[in-house]
T-cell receptor, first 112, second 110 residues
Framework: NAGVTQTPKFQVLKTGQSMTLQCAQDMNHEYMSWYRQDPGMGLRLIHYSVGAGITDQGEVPNGYNVSRSTTEDFPLRLLSAAPSQTSVYFC???????????FGSGTRLTVV | AQSVSQHNHHVILSEAASLELGCNYSYGGTVNLFWYVQYPGQHLQLLLKYFSGDPLVKGIKGFEAEFIKSKFSFNLRKPSVQWSDTAEYFCGGGYNKLIFGAGTRLAVHP
């Protein structure tokens, strides 16, 4: 049981480049979420999904896209990276009302 | 709108002191509340959770939290902290989506 797996662990992008942060879980969790963590601001919810084919915006969705074609995977896409998107990104999954969210180990993204 | 707020941003304690970190939530519907801990350079780990039932919840590492519905609060407590409790603590709430407070940095000095 690998839990929540995020790739890559580190990434440097140039302004305007696009990329996809990968997130996969093997616990058959319905709910998955993406967060960004910035100093002094805690974790802010970017997008979340309550099941395959269903996604919704969180607190800070601008500049990010998601899709959920399978229960296991929930990729986060940056279409045109900006320096303001420099952050640590965490993916999490859960079965609501049963247990807490399980977090991945994070992706540290730097946009130059 | 759903929100979670943490009162203390930085807390400094000596070993063996008691700890209480404040958390207030604001949203309707099903109450799911959590406390997570993040040690330096690591991801978030679940300390404890509240879904329903006994409002006093015991978690790992000697932490506990009390859900007070009338005050919309879910404060974290530990009777005697250790140096190894130095970390950042996050309160979170929600059902469909989990929203976090800004976090509290705890430093415990020997």
């Amino acid at each position: 049981n690998a839990g929540v797996t995020q790739t890559p662990k580190f990434q440097v992008l140039k302004t305007g480049q696009s990329m996809t942060l990968q997130c996969a879980q093997d616990m058959n969790h319905e709910y998955m979420s993406w967060y960004r963590q910035d100093p002094g601001m805690g974790l802010r919810l970017i997008h979340y999904s309550v099941g395959a084919g269903i996604t919704d915006q969180g607190e800070v969705p601008n500049g990010y896209n998601v899709s959920r074609s399978t229960t296991e995977d929930f990729p986060l896409r940056l279409l045109s990276a900006a320096p303001s998107q420099t952050s640590v990104y965490f993916c999490a999954s859960s079965i609501p009302g049963v247990d807490g969210y399980t977090f991945g180990s994070g992706t540290r993204l730097t946009v130059v | 709108a759903q929100s979670v707020s943490q009162h203390n941003h930085h807390v400094i304690l000596s070993e063996a002191a008691s700890l209480e970190l404040g958390c207030n939530y604001s949203y309707g519907g099903t109450v799911n509340l959590f406390w997570y801990v993040q040690y330096p350079g690591q991801h978030l780990q679940l300390l404890l959770k509240y879904f329903s039932g006994d409002p006093l919840v015991k978690g790992i590492k000697g932490f506990e939290a009390e859900f007070i519905k009338s005050k919309f609060s879910f404060n974290l407590r530990k009777p005697s902290v250790q140096w190894s409790d130095t970390a950042e603590y996050f309160c979170g709430g929600g059902y469909n989506k989990l929203i976090f407070g800004a976090g509290t940095r705890l430093a415990v000095h020997p």
